[in-house]
């Protein structure tokens, strides 16, 4: 079990993070730009620390992020959804830092962040995949071709994006 959970969200995410950790008896640390000072979530949180004047600054500045867990004795972070939860660079980050990261690997997260080779792991591991192509469709001749190959019919009709 954590010691402490460190919730890099905001808003009605890190509600629901602080929530489930009151019930599991895990202390929260929420962050918050200076907008959110007041928000319910901050207030919810066991502790709270503003980490910027702006949600840009703040939210995805992840060496902060990572700086304020280890002075606070933060065992593992929780990137909620959206912002860093899909950054690979952030979940090595953490793993660098001794803290885990409540989601994917960071070499999980980069590998399904590329569709085709998402889509390439998926089949080698026996997931069922919707006909596709696991190259990049690079042209409309391309996708008509890929399209006709998998069985769906290409309608002639004028597009105005299609038809230069």
């Known amino acids: ?58 939210y995805l500045n992840i060496y902060r992020i990572i700086d304020l867990a280890k002075q606070k004795g933060v065992d593992a972070i929780h990137p909620g959804y959206g912002f860093l939860s899909e950054n690979a660079e952030f979940a090595r980050a953490c793993e660098e830092n001794g803290i885990t990261f409540i989601g994917p690997s960071a070499d999980a997260i980069r590998a399904m962040g590329n569709k085709v080779a998402a889509r390439k792991i998926m089949q080698a591991v026996g997931v069922p995949v919707i006909p596709g192509t696991f190259a990049p469709i690079t042209s409309v001749a391309d996708a008509r071709h890929h399209a006709k190959q998998i069985g769906h019919g290409w309608r002639r009709t004028r597009h105005p994006y299609l038809s230069r």
Do not use: S
């Open 1 to 58: 079990m954590f010691k402490k959970v460190l919730i890099a969200n905001r808003g009605e995410i890190a509600l629901r993070i602080i929530r489930a950790c009151k019930e599991l008896g895990i202390p929260t640390v929420a962050i918050y730009a200076a907008p959110d000072a007041t928000t319910l979530y901050v207030k919810k949180a066991d502790e709270a620390y503003l980490v910027g004047p702006g949600p840009i600054e703040g």
